[in-house]
Nanobody, 125 residues
């Protein structure tokens, strides 16, 4: 089983940047995509980005296109989410997700079986 630990969240002013990391440990031999999701208070968890094992296939939610970039370093079992031009509406707990159901879509939270504990991102106006 894979364990995921996110880091890199914090408080930043609007227009600023943060880089989230998600380190995987345990059974990391599967070559699967990983995803990033976020959940704001009172809202459902929503898709942010996903990245394939090789990094060549990336999906982004429309509201982060051009601002967020996902990447991964498989040698370190780590995926990253570079977040630029942050907005107050980006405030949420950010989660990374792994162990997707084979053949499932990348953007639905229910298609991932392993989750990290989340890291808080707060963007002040």
């Amino acid at each position: 089983q894979v364990q995921l630990v996110e880091s890199g969240g914090g408080l930043v002013q609007a227009g600023g940047s943060l880089r989230l990391s998600c380190a995987a440990s345990g059974r990391t031999s599967s070559k699967d995509r990983m995803g990033w999701f976020r959940q704001a208070p009172g809202k459902e968890r929503e898709f942010v980005a996903s990245i394939s094992w090789g990094g060549s296939i990336r999906y982004y939610a429309d509201f982060v296109k051009g601002r967020f970039t996902s990447s991964r370093d498989n040698a370190k079992n780590t995926v990253y989410l570079q977040m630029n031009s942050l907005k107050p509406e980006d405030t949420a707990i950010y989660y990374c997700a792994a162990d997707p159901v084979v053949g499932s879509g990348a953007t639905k939270a229910g298609n991932y079986r392993t989750w990290g504990q989340g890291t808080q991102v707060t963007v002040s106006s």
